[in-house]
């Protein structure tokens, strides 16, 4: 490869991912710069698309940033990094603002803020969750996917896997380190393409495919933090996997999350086998019972199913009644109907399942991440700020470090 074919100044953005986080740097981005955005799969295979309850946000008269924080380094059991939760929290506001902006339809309530309805989850003093009904990552996903297809100086590419970064360690060159671009198998020609890049965007998601249970689509293998690993970036909080206490235990449907909001609802968590106030047990785990934070319930369903034996437990919402169950979690309703299963008359079979990937590349709030040798590349400036990156990760409130990343000098 010639140093002009590496360095071309009008190289692309190159955005590995077409989730949430690849999708809005790429929108973010294209007005200044053009941008190629990779999807291994299919574009609409993300975790994005698959996300239910909805997206947090400081919004309501009743919440404030103090609050969230609290929620989150609770949640976190201390060990959130202040700083990060903060930042995150502070412009969590205009980040759902802007995504109301680009017509994601979310649900109303013409007396919330925003004209947005809130709803509520465990590990939330207040109600401070927008959402769109019970699929809200499939109304965001469609949205930006369209605009980054309407958008003249986006290419999206699809069926492309992102296999390593161009760095000048790769190719074994004596220069300072650097990230020139990226190399990606086109699946359907089954050629592996040099894409040279000004900057690369890791925006490759999580990695619960490595788990028997998981909530993750197939494309969820720590791509990303493998790349960035073997480019000499620093990895961190990999022991960090969040599970979700909710997956739906079912042998043709392994992948099928039963959102926690039908627990901020009031459905209860039960014990097979058992009835009444013995078969409940979340009471017995936490004040907060089935509105504990994940960890805990998750934990809690654990301990219950190795302590009496059982493959899952059940989490009946029978007692919310079928209008209410039809019209706030439609999506459920109809996919476990389609798997025999009536919701509102039968309690659903779940297990926990790893969900979320708090760990990854470590970055600061902008993105740069952190190397262990001197990291990668861009060979037109950029300014980022402006840009407003951070936008990319303020989805959910896991907070320990932002794992999408992206490369600078
Ligand atoms: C079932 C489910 C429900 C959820 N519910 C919520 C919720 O209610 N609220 C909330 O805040 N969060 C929720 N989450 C988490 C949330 O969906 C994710 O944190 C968020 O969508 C991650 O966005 P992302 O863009 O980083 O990754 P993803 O959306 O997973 O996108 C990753 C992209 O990277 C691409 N990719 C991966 N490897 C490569 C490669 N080698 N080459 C090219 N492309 C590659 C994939 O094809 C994909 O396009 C949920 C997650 C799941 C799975």
């Known amino acids: 490869m010639t140093d002009d074919a590496l360095t071309g100044a009008d190289a692309p953005v190159v955005v590995i991912g077409a989730g949430l986080a690849g999708l809005t740097t790429a929108l973010h981005l294209a007005d200044h710069v053009p941008v190629v955005v990779l999807a291994k799969r299919s574009l609409s295979e993300a975790a994005t698309a698959w996300a239910q309850g909805g997206i947090v946000g400081v919004l ?18 201390g060990l959130v990094d202040e700083h990060t939760a903060r930042f995150i929290a502070e412009n969590s506001a205009q980040a759902i603002r802007w995504l109301v902006e680009q017509g994601v339809a979310f649900s ?3 007396e919330g803020p925003l004209g947005l309805h809130l709803t509520k989850e465990g590990g939330h003093a207040v109600r401070r969750i927008a959402h769109a009904a019970d699929a809200t990552g499939l109304a965001i996903h469609q949205v930006l996917l369209q605009a980054a297809r309407r958008h003249p100086r986006i290419t999206l590419r699809e069926r492309w896997m992102a296999v390593d970064l161009i760095t000048s360690r790769l190719l074994k060159r004596s220069e300072s380190a650097r990230c020139y671009g990226v190399y990606a198998l086109d699946i359907d020609s089954d050629q592996v393409q040099t894409l040279p890049a000004r900057a690369v965007v890791l925006a490759t998601g999580g990695l619960g495919k490595v788990y028997r249970y998981t909530s993750n689509p197939d494309t969820a293998t720590g791509d990303g933090i493998a790349m960035a690993w073997r480019a000499g970036c620093r990895v961190g909080n990999m022991e960090f996997i969040q599970f979700h206490p909710t997956c739906l235990y079912h042998p043709q449907e392994r992948s099928l999350l039963i959102t926690e909001a039908l627990r901020g609802e009031g459905a209860h968590l039960r014990v097979p086998g058992l009835e009444g106030e013995a078969a409940r047990f979340m009471p017995r785990h936490d004040a907060r019972a089935e509105l504990a934070p994940r960890d805990i319930v998750a934990r809690a369903i654990d301990f219950e199913m190795k302590k009496h034996g059982v493959d899952h437990v059940w989490l009946d919402a029978t007692h919310l009644g079928e209008d209410f169950l039809k019209s706030h979690f439609p999506t459920i309703h109809a996919r476990c109907l389609s798997l025999g299963i009536d919701i509102a008359r039968q309690p659903i079979p779940v297990v926990p399942a790893a969900h979320y990937t708090c760990g990854g590349v470590v970055t600061d709030l902008q993105g740069t991440p952190s190397a262990k040798r001197p990291t990668p590349a861009c060979t037109v400036p950029i300014d980022w700020r402006a840009i407003h990156c951070w936008n990319v990760w303020w989805w959910g409130k896991r907070v320990r470090r932002p794992s999408a990343t992206r490369m600078l000098p």
Do not use: K, L, N
Not at 66 to 73: E, F, I, K, P
């Open 60 to 77: 309501g008269a009743d919440d404030s940033i103090d609050s969230h924080v609290r929620d989150t380094q609770d949640a976190g059991a």
């Open 108 to 110: 109303e309530d013409p």
